[in-house]
């Protein structure tokens, strides 16, 4: 937990983002959360340009957007690993250096260590 001007502690929380096919994206979801590897996906579609190999890509995707404790940040990345299609998927782990003090709460609950 980091300390704050409060006498709350923030529990320290990260998000993780990573684009996933459309058809795997509940799949990778759904094992994430029965692990308690995270608390909360959100699943967006987007629509992605890149190059990849020398080729221009364009694909429809989910984003899917992870809040799980920052300790476990290295667990989730490790697992979207496995769990992931793609040779090199897209897994950013960004913190969270704020918010509503019951949300991250009940993130860092909801979470194993």
């Given at each position: 937990m980091?300390?704050?001007?409060?006498?709350?502690?923030?529990?320290?929380?990260?998000?993780?983002?990573?684009?996933?096919?459309?058809?795997?994206?509940?799949?990778?979801?759904?094992?994430?959360?029965?692990?308690h590897?995270?608390?909360?996906?959100?699943?967006?579609?987007?629509?992605?340009?890149?190059?990849?190999?020398?080729?221009?890509?364009?694909?429809?995707?989910?984003?899917?957007?992870?809040?799980?404790?920052?300790?476990?940040?290295?667990?989730?990345?490790?697992?979207?690993?496995?769990?992931?299609?793609?040779?090199?998927?897209?897994?950013?782990?960004?913190?969270?250096?704020?918010?509503?003090?019951?949300?991250?709460?009940?993130?860092?609950?909801?979470?194993?260590?």
């Amino acid at each position: 937990m980091v300390e704050t001007g409060s006498l709350e502690p923030v529990p320290e929380i990260c998000v993780i983002f990573s684009t996933v096919p459309v058809l795997k994206s509940q799949e990778i979801a759904r094992a994430l959360l029965d692990r308690h590897l995270v608390a909360c996906v959100n699943l967006m579609p987007v629509r992605s340009w890149y190059r990849w190999k020398g080729g221009f890509c364009d694909d429809e995707e989910h984003l899917l957007v992870l809040k799980t404790r920052k300790e476990m940040a290295e667990t989730v990345i490790r697992e979207l690993k496995a769990l992931h299609p793609y040779e090199v998927p897209e897994i950013i782990v960004l913190p969270v250096t704020g918010g509503h003090l019951p949300y991250l709460a009940w993130v860092h609950e909801e979470t194993q260590e």
